[in-house]
Every structure is written in structure tokens, then in C-alpha cells.
């Protein structure tokens, strides 16, 4: 197992430098637009702009670029964000605490419905319960976020009164992000922990578990849910991998300035080093949780091993 | 049928005991007949996609023509689903919305179940170094940001609803091809995997045919709900230009456009949302029914 | 006199997140672009109030108060915190690098000049209102006001104005603000602590407004943070100091207990300020905004969306106010690309647009048409060029004339087709704003009319500047504003292909006209010229202008007292004080 971590975090680094560069090639190459334009402004006289592209060490041959970026990345400098003039680093600092917060509320929530709902549908499936939970969820699952969240902060900040439209990190205000966030993905956890369940729910050594007498409850938890767990650990994989590298949406809508929000302006704004440290950034998330949710896989079900 | 119902149950049993005589795909379409529920949301589907195609002659309006006196007429009987900002008539708009929404929806997923089943399979039961390659592939494309590969996009090669089915696909390879590799994994050391192996099957045949058809609930569930996303990720990539341009009508973006008027003209958003839930609920239950049908377990279950 | 310079704001979050395209999870769906704010202002909103005695004309929407000319109720009290919501995306503070200039920059910089709310007079901010302009018109001499400290406590001197003024103007720091100078100013001087005397290469007219637009830094502040700290630490000389900035989300403000120089001909408070603190919040979306504003987490609004004006209008604890941006919205050709190349061709298209179809479509009716380059909230509009404007336009039988002496001629099944048997079909490029959707709709709907096909290209607004610069477009819906005439020399200017000039105008008659216009200093002569470029433009038709938006500015009257307002819509806060706090 610590041989395939290894290899797994060895090959991680070539992959990080493979994207950084398709990325870094793509902004100053085929991608329209340039920090220059965006500093420029409306009105700027076209020599302000060459001036902008020459003191952004944009006119230079963009190998000559990515390889004074090679060279700052080695010392771990990102270099600054054009817009701000701040360390692409500390950027990323400052977004982490709200995205993992939000990451990790979502999650919780996301489990702890998902799973519920996955079970009360699985077991009893087909009755009119199911039929009703199973509408709701697919209605959940299609509602768009934008729509989803201007309904929540319709409904509970301006009609009930009871939650901030934007509350920034508070208690209060992390309340409706999380339902905003996470309903979906619930849902959408719901349908998987209910598929996998009703195949291992018609499995023979379950029904032989309950022919021996088990307690229902017992059964459903211990054998069930415990052989519903991969799937269920990869969507959480892509969640969670998802949420910290930003929910653009959700964020924008509920005033959170997580990884989300940095990365969309980074690109609106064409701010190549914030776009950069970004994508570096969501990647090595990508890279490590995958490699988690693979290393559970063996730990959670004993018949999968790495070699 | 046999006049005593003796007779009938033995004809049955017999017919169930010897497989031979119905092919494992007859077996489930005879199950997915018996599903009541199931053929409903086929049927309302197929209703949809039909209703797509014969948009002209079933629109009451054309579905672009603008009438700016009318703006933001709410539903009547002149216009039974209301009209648009630009006084365009709802219901026309939903009707040919279709033709774009569905295909999208529909190709989008399919496209992605080509791409991401066998991806997903191979790394899976192959393993070693595949699965690593594929996998790592499959987290790059992930941590992609979408949008510069938008812009890209449709900077390169200009704006087509083939571009977003491609980059809708292109985007969900990596949850497809996951969640089949996680599933192919706890059962591709299971007896029957080991025993087909033993009897000369080969890798392709074993994926094919016994471990497929093992992993189809998972796949069913992210294709069947996937179908939403796939419809206003149209809706949203052609605000960056890839896509239906304007007017053509379509699902996602009536949704969109509606969102300002949220608190004055709420049909505009509503219907087309109704629309978008029904497709993926209609979706949802028929791919429940599939599986259940295509489910190797169940015919024991039911024997 | 912020300029406005932004335009299709950058807001536009459209969308796709990495994870809407990627996995199909539903949480993960993508989401629409929240509209562009009609970013009109040209008023440093900031703390600012005027007496509501001398507030210009507007008309109030409010059911009950008329804010700008009732007084305040009750006597102005300290304390409380002043929420507001600006529009449109982050930018730095450093008035040096930022190319969008608003009420976060003008809350915590003072200018040299500021414009009083009639939009027409300046006078002096950090200096005094009694400048000298020598006869020819080349040199002007400022007076510091005396005891004017930035926040750091260093004197707000000649030399301080100076330093500012010189580094706007050097080339190699390339400040957007300060481009107009590069050969308009020869040199700055400070001969005394209190004197700052700028001459000009050439009598230049928008020195003034340009001036009001120069934000003041304080140079030793600057000096030792240097240009990548300085925009995270701003100190200026406003009556807001920067207590936290959250990129991309908040800019919290406490005051400047120091502050006592407001132009007391504009205000009637001179400072410090009545609030404890000032909050701006960056929101992107305008349904979200505005629930803000309802429930009271914002006290102020400067843009309540056309959409939710019914709601607001309803609301007795808001206040609306109506004023216009100081800019519009236009539909540009690409005159160097054929068929745009030819003016027939160009004025024949023009015939073909209903502003009023495209106004209600697009916004419900809450703009004014344009039927000239300057709208009339701009200095230098001409009701003469705007009539003149409008006899040449809503005409599609014109246009259908005009194009069939151009050789074009409806085919068999209606669409236009050319004198070499292909059809005419034409590209419009549009920023990806929510609010442009519908308007290039319209477009694109008048335009089949005449059976002419137009394929709607919705593009990322930096996309479309690229394709503007490079002129690798055919046509484009765009937005500008500035409060004064020189925008046309930004917009049409030959000197500026490649930049502002994004129809690629280039027509010496003009250059000369605008040469003309930008160095008279006499306001009459200056107007006549840039009337007479007008004039030009509308027979030329670089472009169509289509409309200018009207701007509703919302806030609680429960919770503060004492705004003024100007014929922007421009709130002014100075003289504001929380009533609920």
C-alpha cells in the first residue's frame, strides 16, 4: 500500500506540471484577452496599454515567461495577482477558510441527508413513501443553484425574516449556502445509496441475515449500507473535490469569497498568476482526495487491494 | 391463455427453469413490461421527444417572433403559458425548446456513457498501469477549468449545441468513468467474475458480460439525473457562446431568462423548470425500471 | 466625477465553474450571468451630501418622501454602520493600476476638484476654489487647502499634489487615469508649500474634469509600501479610512475623525463623517441585491434592478431615486471591414433600429433613447443634434431602399441577397451581460425584418475587447460612459484604433473637430464643435447609439437620514446620518 501511495504522489507532480503548463500556454496563447486589457480600463490610449503588457512582462516570448514561472515556482512563488497586486498565495489563504468551511458543512449534510433519505427509499422502496421522496429528490436534483438559491433567500431572509441574505461566515449565515449547496448533491446521493442498497437488500446473504433472525434495523445498517459504501465514497470524493475547488454559484449568490469566487474573477479579470495558483491549486485537491477515496476503497471493502 | 390456471403455473415454471428458450434480453424486456410505472415514464418521454419534433405543427405561435406589445403577458387563453420579455409566446418556445433541451440532455449522457463505461470498465478490472494512466487523465480533466476551456472553445471553432454535447461529455467522463471503477472493483473478484474467467472467457468478454451488467445501478443513476445538468449546462455555456444562440428557444436559458423577473412574471421560469423535472423524473424512473429488469439477480429473485 | 469607465461590467459570472461542467452532480449546475449594472455614476458618491436646498431636479419615484429636496428630519447624530452595495467586480484601490474608479477609491481618496451635484460647476476638494488660469489658457495655479492631512498624518502639500501628478503622468507607470496627459501636461510645479502649478502643452478643455477624476495618494505611504502593499494599506486624505479589505467581497471603512475639508459649497457637513463605519459589499447579482436592500442588511442600493422596481415601489421603507447614467449603449460596426466599410451601407442599417422596442424589451421601458452620441445626462448633448439624430432613423422602408441602391434585394424566400447572389448575413457580438440578451434579441429580430440575417455571437466581455483591438469583429453591443464630451475623442478619435476607438473610426474631418473641441476653453465654442461632431458621427454612423439606462437608486429611510442625490442617481452620503443603529 505505501509503495502505491508513493507512486501514486510521484506521478502526481509530473501531472501538476503537465496542466499548469497546458494552462499557462492556453491563457497566453489562444485564450482571447490579457491582463493589460482588463488594467487598461475603457478609455486607455493604446500606448498605456503596450506600457501595462510591458510591465506585466507580457511582451515577452511566452517560453521566456513560463520559464521565469518554473523558476518563482521552485521557490514556491506564485507570483502576485495583477488586479490586486497580492501574493497568489496569500489569495489562496484567505479563500481556504471559507471554502473549507462550506466544504466541510456541505458534507456533513450531504452524508448525513443523502444517506438518510437513500435508506428510508431503499427500504421501503416502492411504496408510496418512496414514490414521493423520489419526486422530490428528482425535483431537487434538476433545480438549478441560481434559481435554488435566490428561492432559499426569497423564502427564509425576505418572507420568514429569519436568515441574513448574506451573512458571510457566521452560523446563521453559513445556513442557507449549505442547504443551497447540498440539497442537490444530496439528492443526487439519495438515488445512489438507494440503488446500491436495494441491489444488496436483494442479495442472498442479506435475506439469509434476516431469515436468521436479525433485527430489521440491523440488517439494513450493518450489511447494506456497508456494501452501498463505494459508491457512495466516490460521489463524496467528487464532492468534496468539487466543493474545495470552489462553488462558483453558490458563493457568488450567497457573498462567500471562497475558492469559487477567486478563481471566476481570476479568469474574468484574465489575472494569469491567480488563474494559475487556482488551477494548481484544484488540482492537487483533485489529485490527493481521489487518491483518499482510493486507499478507502481497500479499507472499506477487503476484497479490493492495490498492488 | 390455458383454461386451468394448474396448467398455466406449471407452463410458467417450466418456462423459467429453462432459460434457454428466452434470451437474457427477452427475459428483461418481458420484466420492464411488467413495470407499470416504468413504461409510463417511457411513454412520457417518447411523448416529449415526439412532440419535439412535430413542434410546427403543434406551436400556436412562432416561436421567435418577437411582439413587443405583448410583453409579459401572463398565461391566458390567448397565450396559455404566457410570453417572454419580448413578447414571445411561452408555450411555442417550450414546445421547440424541446428539440435543442432533449438532444442535448439526451446526446450529452449518451455520449458520455460511450465514452466513460469502458473507460471506467478497463480501469477497473484491468487495473495496474491503465487504470493509474486513465484515472490521472480523468483528475486533470476534473481540475480543468471549464470556462477557460469555453472561451477556448468557442473562440476556436465558433458556437453549435455539437460543441456543448461535446464539452458536457468531455466534463463528465471523469464521474462517470469513477463511479464505474469504483463499482467494477468490489465485484470483479466475486465467484461468477472467477468462475467465467476460469471457463476461457476473456477480459472483454468477462467486462461485457458479467461485470457490465453488475455495475449498471450506479450508471443509472448518474445518467438518468445527469440529464438535467447536462440541459442547463447548455443553457449557461451559451451565455459564453457556446450553444443555441439567441432566439433559438431553449430550456436552461428560458429558465435563466426568467430568473430576473422572478417576482413579476413567474411563468417565465416555471414552466420550462417543470419541463426540465419532468424529463429527468421520466428519466429517472424508466432507468430505475431498466435496471431492475437488466438486474441478473432479479430472475432468481422472481423465480 | 468618477468616470465611469467600465462598462460591460466583468460580473458577468456566467457561469460553468469547472465542476458545472464537469461532474453532472446537480449541485454543481451552472447558473446565468447576473446583470450588468448600468454603471453611470459620475459623482464621487462617497461622503458626500449636498444641501438639499441646491439639489438639482429629479424626479423621486418614492411614494412618500422626496428625499433631495425635503430636509432631513431631526438632528444628525454619530454611530451606526452604512451598508452599500457596489456593483460590478473588485478592483484595487491603487488609484494608479485600477481601471475602474468608484465609490470604494472615492470613499477613502480625496481629488483636487470635485464637480457639485448640478453637474456642471467645479470646485475645489484638497484645494482651494480660487485657482488662476493664465490668459492663453496654458497654465493653471491651485491653492492647497491649509491643514489637510492624508491619514497616515502627513501634510496634504504642494509637493504631496505634485508627486501625485507626476506619477499619473509618468509613461512607465502606465496609469489608465492618467493617459490623458501624456501631451497635454509639459510639467508640475510646486513653488511653494501651497502652490501646484500645472502647464499645458495646449489649451486643454477636460482639465477640470479630469482633475476631479485624479485620486490623491499619499506619497510617503506609497513610497514605503510600494505599489504591490499599497493597494491592500491605501491612505488617502477621504473621509473614509480602510480598516479591512476582503477581495472580491468587502471593503470595511471607519471614519476619518480628521476629516473636516468636504467642499462646504456642496456639503453641509464639512466632516468627519456620521457614521462609524462604512461597509461595501461586492454583489454580482441583482435579484440578490436587491433582497438585500428589502430585508435591510443594505442601506443603500445604488442600482435596484429595472425587474424589482414594482416591489420597491411598494416598499415604504425605501426610498427610490431616479437619475440616468451619464453614458449609453450603442451598437458599433467595424468600419474598416467591408460591407461595413461603406457609410450607405452603415446608415441603411440604421435606419432599421427601433430603440423603443429594444428599451421595452430590455428594460421594461427604464431607458431613454439615443438618438446621438451623447446622451442627455452627458455634458455637451445637443437637443438640436438629438432631433436631428432621430430624422434619421426609425425608417425600415429607408433602409430597405438604401440597401436595394446598394445592390441588395430580397431573395425568393425574403432574405436579402447581394449583387454577387450571396445573402447578407452579418455577426453581432455580445458581452455575456444578462440585461444585453434580450436587447440584442431585438436587434437581431428588427434586422430579419429587412431579411437580413444576424448570427448572435455571445462572447466573455474580454473576448470581444480583444476582437475590438485586433478588428476581427463585424459588429458589437457595447456600453460607455463619461461625463464629459471628450469621449468622443476616446471613442472616435483615430489616435485611438487599437484601444478606445473600437469601431475603428478613422476620419480626419473628425480628428480635427475633436482637436478643436477638446482645446476650447470657452464652454460655447467647445459645445458648438462637439455639435458639430455629432453631427459628423450620425451622418457617418460609426455606430448607433440605441438608449441610455435610467438608474434607481434604493435606500432604507428607516434606517438613515440626510441623503442627497444628483441627476445621476448618484447617492451622496456626507451629510447622511443612521437613524437606526
Not at chain 1, 498565495?89 to 462550506?102: D, F, G, N, S, Y
Not at chain 1, 448533491?185 to 440503488?195: D, E
Not at chain 2, 478490472?125 to 486513465?134: M, N, S, V
Not at chain 3, 446608415?347 to 433613447?369: M, T
Request: aromatic letters at 8%; one cysteine or more.
Amino acid at each position: 500500500m505505501l509503495t502505491y501511495i508513493l507512486r501514486r504522489l510521484f506521478i502526481s507532480i509530473f501531472l501538476v506540471l503537465a496542466l499548469i503548463a497546458v494552462v499557462f500556454f492556453m491563457l497566453r496563447t489562444v485564450v482571447p484577452g490579457d491582463p493589460a486589457l482588463v488594467l487598461a480600463g475603457e478609455n486607455a490610449p493604446p500606448e498605456v496599454i503596450e506600457q501595462i503588457r510591458h510591465n506585466q512582462g507580457l511582451d515577452k516570448p511566452v517560453i521566456v515567461q513560463f520559464l521565469y514561472f518554473l523558476r518563482n515556482l521552485s521557490h514556491g512563488d506564485l507570483g502576485r495577482s495583477s488586479m490586486t497586486r497580492e501574493l497568489v498565495t496569500q489569495r489562496l489563504v484567505e479563500a481556504m477558510p471559507i471554502t473549507l468551511t462550506l466544504t466541510g458543512l456541505c458534507f456533513v449534510y450531504t452524508m448525513l441527508l443523502g444517506i438518510l433519505i437513500g435508506v428510508i427509499t431503499a427500504y421501503w422502496h416502492d411504496t408510496w413513501l418512496d414514490n414521493l421522496i423520489r419526486v422530490l429528490t428528482v425535483t431537487g436534483a434538476s433545480m438549478p443553484t441560481f434559481w435554488f438559491g435566490l428561492m432559499l433567500i426569497l423564502i427564509f431572509a425576505v418572507g420568514f425574516g429569519i436568515l441574513p441574505v448574506q451573512g458571510g461566515l457566521s452560523v446563521r449565515g453559513m445556513i442557507l449556502p449549505t442547504i443551497c449547496l447540498g440539497t442537490g448533491s444530496a439528492a443526487y446521493l439519495a438515488r445512489l445509496v438507494r440503488a446500491a442498497m436495494l441491489e444488496v437488500l436483494n442479495s442472498d446473504y442479506v435475506r439469509t441475515a434476516r431469515a436468521k433472525g436479525v433485527r430489521e434495523l440491523g440488517v439494513v445498517l450493518k450489511h447494506a449500507l456497508r456494501n452501498a459504501l463505494i459508491p457512495i465514497l466516490t460521489v463524496a470524493g467528487f464532492q468534496i473535490g468539487g466543493l474545495l475547488g470552489g462553488a462558483v454559484i453558490t458563493e457568488s449568490i450567497f457573498g462567500l469569497p471562497g475558492m469559487g469566487t477567486l478563481s471566476i474573477n481570476a479568469i474574468h479579470n484574465r489575472d494569469y498568476s491567480l488563474i494559475q495558483g487556482t488551477v494548481l491549486f484544484i488540482v492537487v485537491i483533485y489529485l490527493f482526495v481521489n487518491l483518499l477515496v482510493d486507499i478507502s476503497y481497500a479499507y472499506v471493502d477487503p476484497r479490493i487491494r492495490y498492488n | 391463455m390455458p383454461t386451468s390456471t394448474l396448467e398455466s403455473d406449471i407452463t410458467k415454471i417450466e418456462l423459467k427453469d429453462r432459460p434457454v428458450e428466452k434470451s437474457p434480453i427477452q427475459l428483461a424486456m418481458s420484466r420492464f413490461g411488467h413495470n407499470r410505472l416504468a413504461i409510463a415514464a417511457l411513454i412520457l418521454l417518447a411523448f416529449l421527444i415526439v412532440i419535439s419534433v412535430a413542434a410546427p405543427l403543434l406551436a400556436p405561435y412562432n416561436p421567435i417572433k418577437r411582439n413587443i406589445a405583448d410583453r409579459l403577458h401572463a398565461p391566458s387563453l390567448q397565450y396559455i403559458l404566457g410570453t417572454d420579455a419580448l413578447g414571445r409566446d411561452s408555450l411555442s418556445r417550450i414546445i421547440y425548446g424541446g428539440r435543442v433541451s432533449l438532444w442535448v440532455g439526451l446526446a450529452s449522457v449518451v455520449l458520455s456513457l460511450v465514452l466513460g463505461v469502458p473507460l471506467g470498465l478497463i480501469a477497473g478490472y484491468l487495473g495496474g498501469l491503465l487504470d493509474g494512466a486513465i484515472m490521472r487523465v480523468m483528475d486533470l480533466i476534473l481540475a480543468f477549468p471549464g470556462i477557460i476551456f469555453a472561451i477556448w472553445l468557442v473562440s476556436m471553432i465558433g458556437p453549435g449545441v455539437n460543441q456543448v454535447i461535446l464539452a458536457n461529455a468531455l466534463f463528465s467522463l471523469p464521474e462517470y468513468s469513477r463511479v464505474i471503477r469504483g463499482s467494477v472493483l468490489t465485484i470483479k473478484d466475486a465467484d461468477y467474475v472467477s468462475a467465467s474467467r476460469a471457463l476461457g472467457c476473456n477480459s472483454f468478454q468477462v467486462m461485457w458480460r458479467h461485470i457490465f451488467p453488475n455495475v449498471l445501478a450506479p450508471i443509472i443513476v448518474i445518467s438518468s439525473l445527469s440529464i438535467s445538468g447536462a440541459i442547463l449546462a447548455g443553457a449557461s455555456l451559451s451565455f459564453l457562446g457556446l450553444g443555441a444562440q439567441p432566439p433559438t428557444p431553449e430550456w436552461g436559458a428560458m429558465l435563466a431568462d426568467g430568473r430576473p423577473y422572478i417576482r413579476t412574471a413567474w411563468w417565465l421560469a416555471l414552466f420550462p423548470g417543470i419541463m426540465l423535472t419532468l424529463v429527468v423524473l421520466a428519466s429517472n424512473i424508466a432507468g430505475d425500471g431498466l435496471r431492475d429488469a437488466l438486474d441478473p439477480r432479479a430472475s432468481t429473485k422472481r423465480a | 466625477m468618477k468616470h465611469n469607465r467600465s462598462v460591460i461590467t466583468i460580473i458577468a459570472l456566467i457561469v460553468v465553474a469547472s465542476m458545472a461542467l464537469g461532474a453532472c452532480a446537480p449541485s454543481a449546475t451552472p447558473t446565468t450571468a447576473p446583470t450588468t449594472p448600468p454603471s453611470t455614476s459620475a459623482q464621487p458618491t462617497t461622503p458626500s451630501g449636498a444641501q438639499p436646498t441646491t439639489a438639482p431636479a429629479q424626479s423621486t419615484v418614492a411614494p412618500v418622501t422626496a428625499p433631495t429636496t425635503a430636509p432631513a428630519a431631526g438632528t444628525p447624530v454619530k454611530g451606526g454602520q452604512l451598508v452599500w452595495a457596489e456593483l460590478g467586480g473588485y478592483y484595487t484601490l491603487d488609484p494608479f493600476v485600477s481601471p475602474w474608479h468608484s465609490t470604494p477609491q472615492y470613499a477613502v481618496f480625496d481629488t483636487m476638484l470635485a464637480l457639485k451635484p448640478d453637474l456642471t460647476t467645479y470646485v475645489g476638494d484638497l484645494v482651494e476654489d480660487n485657482w488662476e488660469v493664465t490668459p492663453d489658457n496654458l497654465s493653471v495655479t491651485f491653492h492647497v487647502k491649509p491643514n489637510v492631512k492624508f491619514q497616515d498624518g502627513t501634510p496634504v502639500d504642494a509637493a504631496a499634489l505634485k508627486w501625485n501628478l507626476d506619477h499619473y503622468a509618468d509613461p512607465t507607470i502606465a496609469a489608465p487615469e492618467g493617459g490623458w496627459m501624456n501631451g497635454v501636461v509639459k510639467d508640475v510645479q510646486a513653488p511653494d508649500a501651497s502652490t501646484v502649478k500645472i502647464d499645458l502643452v495646449t489649451p486643454y478643455a477636460p482639465l477640470f474634469f479630469q482633475l476631479s477624476a485624479l485620486e490623491m495618494v499619499s506619497p510617503t505611504a506609497y513610497q514605503k509600501l510600494g505599489p504591490d502593499k499599497f493597494a491592500q494599506a491605501p491612505v488617502g486624505a477621504g473621509a473614509w479610512t480602510v480598516k479591512e479589505i476582503v477581495p472580491d467581497t468587502s471593503v470595511l471603512y471607519t471614519r476619518n475623525e480628521d476629516y473636516n475639508w468636504a467642499p462646504t459649497s456642496i456639503y453641509k457637513n464639512p466632516g468627519p463623517a456620521y457614521p462609524d463605519s462604512f461597509l461595501i459589499k461586492y454583489m454580482s447579482d441583482q435579484a440578490v441585491e436587491y433582497a438585500a436592500l428589502e430585508t435591510g442588511e443594505l442601506t443603500v442600493l445604488p442600482n435596484i434592478p429595472p425587474q424589482s422596481l414594482p416591489q420597491a415601489q411598494a416598499n415604504k421603507n425605501i426610498t427610490i431615486v431616479k437619475g440616468q447614467e451619464n453614458g449609453g449603449v450603442y451598437l458599433g460596426f467595424n468600419t474598416q471591414k467591408a460591407p461595413f466599410n461603406n457609410q450607405q451601407f452603415r446608415v441603411a442599417l440604421s435606419y432599421a433600429i427601433n430603440r423603443d422596442e429594444i428599451i421595452q424589451a430590455g428594460y421594461s421601458g427604464e431607458a431613454v433613447p439615443m438618438y446621438s452620441n451623447l446622451a442627455s445626462s452627458e455634458m455637451g448633448y445637443s437637443q438640436e443634434m438629438e432631433d436631428y439624430g432621430k430624422s434619421k432613423s426609425n425608417d425600415p422602408e429607408k433602409a430597405k431602399q438604401m440597401l436595394a441602391d446598394l445592390g441588395y434585394t430580397a431573395g425568393s424566400d425574403g432574405t436579402m441577397v447581394g449583387k454577387d447572389g450571396k445573402p447578407l448575413e452579418l455577426t453581432l457580438e455580445v458581452p455575456t451581460a444578462e440585461e444585453f440578451k434580450p436587447v440584442a434579441e431585438t436587434i437581431q429580430a428588427q434586422f430579419a425584418d429587412l431579411g437580413i440575417k444576424v448570427t448572435l455571437d455571445v462572447k466573455d466581455v474580454q473576448t470581444i475587447k480583444q476582437m475590438t483591438l485586433d478588428g476581427t469583429y463585424q459588429m458589437i453591443l457595447f456600453n460607455y460612459g463619461l461625463l464629459d464630451p471628450s469621449i468622443l475623442t476616446y471613442l472616435f478619435d483615430s489616435k485611438n484604433i487599437g484601444a478606445s476607438n473600437r469601431t475603428r473610426f478613422n476620419n480626419p474631418d473628425l480628428d480635427k473637430l475633436l482637436e478643436s473641441a477638446d482645446s476650447a476653453l470657452d464652454w460655447n465654442t467647445r459645445k458648438a464643435d462637439v455639435a458639430k461632431a455629432l453631427q459628423l458621427l450620425i451622418d457617418q454612423r460609426p455606430n448607433v447609439p440605441l438608449y441610455s439606462r435610467l438608474v434607481y437608486a434604493g435606500y432604507r429611510n428607516d434606517q438613515i437620514s440626510g441623503i442627497i442625490t444628483d441627476p445621476l442617481g448618484d447617492i451622496l452620503t456626507m451629510d447622511a446620518w443612521m437613524t437606526k443603529q
